[in-house]
């Protein structure tokens, strides 16, 4: 684990500052796993610490929700030899657009990062109405805390990261002042996250 800290960090994916999460909480860390993905070999050693520890479950597919989870999702499926397909938003809807899933497909979803774990109850949603079982899911960097787990149970992770997070209300970064609220992420946020904009 600590060597998947140490690539983030050498791939400049693990920011400090004050961020907003897509989960709408508050950080003074951030990692910006698409820096991480522009180097092939390092995105490719990372995920190899996640397949070692699903290498003996029965998986037949990997799924990964667009835009964090592609990259992740079709490394893992090529260590591990399975098929790897994403989700994606149509009309701010998560979808199985261009692929399908059999009924009765063990399927694990992988992530970047899960900090509450809310985005990927949409790609679960999406995979148990196509009739597939959602086994869990993985991700590079789990950000959950023990008094706010992820709904959807953590099956493997490349790094553990005990970081603080707030709400905007509870933040004291921003109660500071110092440092201005930075937006890196993806996903649209709600509507409580806007307001703290």
């Given at each position: 684990?600590?060597?998947?800290?140490?690539?983030?960090k050498?791939?400049?994916?693990?920011l400090?500052?004050?961020?907003?999460l897509s989960?709408?909480?508050?950080?003074?860390?951030y990692?910006?796993?698409?820096?991480?993905?522009?180097?092939?070999?390092?995105?490719?050693?990372?995920?190899?610490?996640?397949?070692?520890?699903?290498?003996?479950?029965?998986?037949?597919?990997?799924?990964?929700p667009?835009?964090?989870g592609?990259?992740?999702?079709?490394?893992?499926?090529?260590?591990?030899?399975?098929?790897?397909?994403?989700?994606?938003?149509?009309?701010?809807?998560?979808?199985?657009?261009?692929?399908?899933?059999?009924?009765?497909?063990?399927?694990?979803?992988?992530?970047?990062?899960?900090?509450?774990?809310?985005?990927?109850?949409?790609?679960?949603?999406?995979?148990?109405?196509?009739?597939?079982?959602?086994?869990?899911?993985?991700?590079?960097?789990?950000?959950?805390?023990?008094?706010?787990?992820?709904?959807?149970?953590?099956?493997?992770?490349?790094?553990?990261?005990?970081?603080?997070?707030?709400?905007?209300?509870?933040?004291?970064?921003?109660?500071?002042?110092?440092?201005?609220?930075?937006?890196?992420?993806?996903?649209?946020?709600?509507?409580?996250?806007?307001?703290?904009?």
């Amino acid at each position: 684990m600590n060597n998947t800290i140490e690539i983030l960090k050498e791939c400049e994916a693990f920011l400090e500052g004050h961020f907003l999460l897509s989960s709408g909480r508050h950080s003074s860390a951030y990692c910006q796993m698409a820096f991480l993905q522009q180097y092939p070999d390092q995105c490719a050693k990372v995920m190899a610490n996640v397949a070692e520890k699903l290498k003996d479950m029965d998986i037949d597919v990997i799924v990964g929700p667009a835009m964090g989870g592609i990259v992740y999702a079709y490394e893992l499926g090529r260590q591990l030899g399975k098929r790897a397909i994403f989700t994606e938003r149509v009309d701010n809807v998560m979808t199985l657009k261009r692929f399908a899933i059999k009924p009765g497909e063990k399927c694990i979803i992988a992530e970047d990062v899960v900090t509450t774990g809310i985005s990927s109850l949409e790609t679960k949603r999406v995979i148990e109405e196509a009739g597939g079982e959602c086994l869990g899911i993985v991700c590079v960097v789990d950000r959950t805390k023990a008094d706010a787990p992820s709904p959807i149970p953590i099956l493997a992770s490349a790094a553990k990261l005990d970081l603080p997070n707030y709400l905007p209300e509870e933040c004291p970064i921003c109660k500071e002042g110092k440092l201005p609220l930075v937006h890196l992420g993806s996903r649209k946020m709600k509507e409580q996250a806007k307001q703290t904009l």
